[in-house]
């Protein structure tokens, strides 16, 4: 008896450290509208910098032309991402024939396991309210602000450069913005 005793508490044991491991570990982050109010923000013993504002800038500007959702109309994308949200990418050079939500600022987290490097993610409007990043799959209410936040939240989105935007059907089948960035494929 004492020994399936001992054996139940080392099962028990296990069993609470497995479901401590699934819990996602967080990190500090913050999100900005801009490079210039993240440069407000920064400060030389805080946790980021302002040459972390200026290189978190720089990526979220490259992340966000590399993974932002491409939409076949102004008015999906808008459906998606509210009025007024939305560029022509045909005249920016960007391939032609698409829409694409605008980049509406960008977040900076705190690397896990540290060595001071900061992380970045652009992010876009919701037509809901508020933001996301560019897969929909974590949204925040506000810019200009700060907390705690998965770590996760700084994976980088699937590419959609260079594949064929979104049509309203496709759009339909995933459930909108966010729901199922798996659901595209690179036939369009």
Request: proline residues 4%; glycine residues 16%.
């Amino acid at each position: 008896m004492k020994r399936s005793r001992n054996v139940a508490l080392v099962l028990l044991g296990a069993a609470a450290f497995g479901v401590a491991g699934c819990v996602e570990e967080k990190t500090e982050a913050a999100a900005f509208e801009s490079k210039e109010s993240c440069l407000a923000e920064a400060s030389p013993g805080g946790w980021f910098s302002a040459a972390d504002c200026e290189t978190a800038f720089a990526e979220a500007q490259v992340l966000h032309e590399e993974t932002a959702p491409r939409y076949e109309s102004r008015e999906l994308c808008e459906q998606e991402h509210g009025v007024d949200a939305c560029a022509d990418q045909a005249s920016s050079g960007g391939g032609g024939g698409f829409f694409m939500p605008m980049l509406m600022g960008y977040m900076i987290g705190q690397a896990l396991g540290g060595g001071g490097r900061v992380m970045s993610q652009p992010v876009v409007r919701s037509a809901g309210g508020g933001f996301a990043t560019p897969d929909g799959s974590t949204k925040i209410g506000a810019l200009n602000g700060g907390g705690q936040i998965r770590a996760s939240a700084f994976a980088k989105a699937p590419v959609t450069k260079g594949l064929a935007p979104m049509t309203k059907a496709q759009v339909q089948s995933r459930g909108g913005f966010g729901s199922s960035a798996a659901a595209r494929s690179a036939g369009g």
